[in-house]
């Protein structure tokens, strides 16, 4: 299905930017796997409109019932990609979907004839096209809080596939996590490297997960508990095209585990769902650093520095409140509109 716009994230910014959109008139789709921290909200006292406390979950309903009712797709599936593509866009007319002002409520536009610039991929192998993406996935950056973790970042261990893949190429290297953000990446490291471990951490694989990993890798599932390396660089010289701006310093050499130490030349982390820094880094997005780091820049306009491409919520950094989440995600819809409006 192609869209005008598809909102990555069913929170408080991705569903306020929603209903904007929806009550504007263009073909808008909700994608998100979960609520994120918005779950762990026991009681919620202090936003407007509440008579009494509300978990965060009964919020996060609330919210999608109302979007439900205006007729958009809220779609439970976890967004483990997003590309770019770059059709003919002699083929697709500008849509005048924001002109059809006789139309019910329930009714949020026709499909859309703008050319697609994004595809989005689920881990249920679905795809979505949009002229324009929300990245309202809040604020996720899951690392590992063992001995050598922080010391082997940018020095063979890895946030993003796409990115540093290349590097590893028939390279021995693992990949950590237990779900199908994990597998995506996983799979596409595997057309570089068949010498691939996938270390859960001592979690069982998400339901699903197997099927869809290559026949053979090798699974271990014990906690792991160090990531161990070399004195120096030129200790580990089979690996040292892996982190070409690294030249000093000691590079990863194994991932111990509660069974053993395995070798690895490089780790892969894939830890949850793919968030809004992950996308950031597969699709080049500027990001921020140092304690704003995995932060997306975005300018007054919610836009990151890729055309087509907004950012609102916890996502953008800031005040880390729903009250800030929902004002960011009608901002960012009534910009996104301008531009499908032209």
Request: with cysteine; hydrophobic share 40%; proline share 3%.
């Amino acid at each position: 299905m192609n869209y005008d716009v598809v909102i990555v994230g069913k929170g408080p910014a991705g569903i306020s930017a929603a209903l904007y959109l929806a009550r504007a008139k263009y073909r808008t789709a909700v994608l998100g796997k979960d609520f994120g921290a918005l779950a762990k909200a026991e009681s919620i006292e202090n936003f407007y409109g509440l008579e009494k406390p509300l978990s965060g979950i009964e919020l996060a309903e609330r919210g999608i019932r109302r979007a439900e009712r205006l007729g958009i797709p809220v779609i439970t599936a976890e967004v483990v990609g997003i590309e770019q593509v770059f059709p003919d866009t002699s083929e697709h007319p500008t849509s005048n979907s924001a002109d059809s002002s006789d139309r019910p409520e329930s009714d949020t536009g026709t499909q859309s004839t703008k050319a697609p610039r994004f595809k989005l991929l689920t881990s249920d192998k679905r795809e979505f096209f949009a002229y324009t993406v929300l990245l309202a996935t809040g604020k996720q950056r899951i690392g590992l809080q063992i001995p050598g973790f922080a010391e082997y970042q940018g020095r063979g261990i890895s946030f993003c596939a796409v990115c540093d893949g290349f590097f590893y190429r028939n390279k021995k290297i693992g990949v950590v996590g237990n779900g199908f953000y994990a597998a995506a990446e996983l799979n596409h490291l595997y057309s570089l490297t068949k010498d691939i471990t996938l270390f859960t951490n001592g979690l069982e694989l998400d339901s699903g997960v197997k099927e869809v990993l290559p026949r053979g890798i090798a699974i271990v599932k014990d906690k792991i508990e160090a990531v161990e390396g070399t004195a120096s660089s030129a200790e580990n010289a089979g690996n040292a095209e892996a982190d070409g701006a690294v030249q000093t310093g000691g590079l990863i050499g194994a991932v111990k585990t509660s069974s053993g130490t395995h070798p690895v030349q490089g780790l892969f982390i894939a830890l949850g769902t793919a968030g809004a820094a992950d996308f950031a880094a597969k699709l080049g997005i500027q990001t921020g650093s140092g304690r704003d780091a995995g932060t997306l820049i975005v300018n007054e306009r919610f836009q990151t520095n890729l055309p087509g491409l907004y950012a609102a919520g916890d996502a953008t950094g800031g005040y880390l409140q729903i009250a800030k989440a929902v004002s960011d995600g009608a901002h960012a819809a009534k910009f996104i509109i301008q531009e499908l409006r032209g």
